[in-house]
């Protein structure tokens, strides 16, 4: 079970911490992420990072911007955003897999999903 939180309204500009709880009893990923969608739009990756070895990737819209760690003692994933800008605002959903070899971008290459955060951003 996937449990996101974090999301708010903040101004452009600003900043939000997004966190991702996963519990289970054997609970052991390849690889978490976040991907996001706006009313209207496709769900759109963000960013992943693999488990064993913190390898990270980002989508070109948020790299610079948006950092993603995690805790494996406490499985837990965060995502800082930075910079905020209007067109972040989405709803943000923490994912893993047990997988490394399909592309992480596509939202059919993961297995699990949390129920999303809501992130809105002023102008």
């Known amino acids: 079970q996937l449990q996101a939180s974090g999301g708010g309204l903040v101004q452009a500009g600003g900043s939000l911490r997004l966190s991702c709880a996963a519990s289970?009893?054997?609970?052991?990923?390849?690889?978490m992420g976040w991907f996001r969608q706006a009313p209207g739009k496709e769900r759109e990756f963000v960013a992943r990072?693999?488990?064993?070895?913190?390898?990270?990737d980002y989508a070109e819209s948020v790299r610079g911007r948006f950092t993603i760690s995690r805790d494996n003692a406490k499985n837990m994933v965060y995502l800082q955003m930075d910079s905020l800008k209007p067109e972040d605002a989405a709803v943000y959903s923490c994912?893993?897999?047990?997988?490394?070899?399909?592309?992480?971008?596509?939202?059919?290459?993961?297995?699990?999903w949390g129920q999303g955060t809501l992130v809105t951003v002023s102008s």
């Open positions: 990072i693999v488990w064993s070895t913190r390898r990270t």
């Open positions: 994912v893993t897999r047990r997988d490394l070899v399909l592309p992480s971008t596509s939202s059919k290459n993961w297995d699990y």
């Open positions: 289970g009893r054997t609970f052991s990923p390849y690889d």
